[in-house]
């Protein structure tokens, strides 16, 4: 069982930056990533990264601007969002499962947090 919060949420102009954190808790090393979910949309994958941090995947729509990194020492993850789209409007969940290779089907869910960008 692993536990998940979310912060660093909020509101910035378009074009502004923003940091996310996941503070993880857990017995076992897990894959980690991010999804989002704006109103009326389905829920969609945004980035994943694997326990070592060596392998790290991309929603298209995501890549270049965002960056998922991790600090295991923390026990956290992040992600690093630049040159914020008002279409980058969600609510973002940290997810983790046991493996990289299906953690686009995560186990584990946070609460989410709130990012809004204004035009």
């Known amino acids: 069982q692993v536990q998940l919060v979310e912060s660093g949420g909020g509101l910035v102009q378009a074009g502004g930056s923003l940091r996310l954190s996941c503070a993880a808790s857990?017995?076992?090393?897990?894959?980690m990533g991010w999804f989002r979910q704006a109103p009326g949309k389905e829920r969609e994958f945004v980035a994943a990264?694997?326990?070592?941090?060596?392998?790290?995947d991309y929603a298209h729509s995501v890549k270049g601007r965002f960056t998922i990194s991790r600090d295991n020492a923390k026990n956290t993850m992040y992600l690093q969002m630049n040159s914020l789209k008002p279409e980058d409007t969600a609510v973002y969940y940290c997810?983790?499962?046991?493996?990289?290779?299906?953690?686009?089907?995560?186990?584990?869910w946070g609460q989410g947090t709130q990012i809004t960008v204004s035009s």
């Open positions: 990264i694997s326990w070592s941090g060596s392998s790290t």
């Open positions: 997810v983790a499962h046991r493996t990289y290779g299906t953690i686009r089907s995560p186990a584990y």
């Open positions: 857990g017995r076992y090393s897990y894959a």
